[in-house]
């Protein structure tokens, strides 16, 4: 009877953390379709960065101090969302063949979150420089 106890005690301690890590998305899940399709050797070698929004489950509304982590064999990239939940994620080669888990830490009294890819907008030329028009001959 007692190491059917201690049994009992070692799987629900267990199960915290694997279900932990099975609600977690992973990396590729997170990036838009384009860039989770993305073969590694095609990411730049000083990579790009995929702006996201961390929200409320249902409300939808911007959390802003959440802590966006993930954990690498070679060390780990944290990053804080800012007033209007908004964070800018990088795309490495390294982080797309590793593929590592989002772990997302809320601020006190957030329950859930879902991370929404924000489109950016082309970056307009600086006031005063006119962008080069096509010509037609």
Known sequence: MRSMRSLLCVAL????????????????????PDMSAMK???????????????????TERPIPGSRVILTTNR???SLVSDQEGLVRMP???ELLAENPLVEVVLPPGVQGYALQPVKQEPEAAPAGESVPQPTQD
């Open 75 to 77: 060390g780990r990239v």
């Open 91 to 93: 795309v490495t080669p």
């Open 40 to 58: 590694p050797a095609a990411a730049g070698a000083q990579g790009e960065a995929v702006l996201l929004r961390v929200v409320e489950s249902g």
């Open 13 to 32: 301690v267990s199960f915290g953390p694997l279900s932990a890590c099975a609600l977690r998305p992973y990396y590729r899940q997170v990036l838009p």
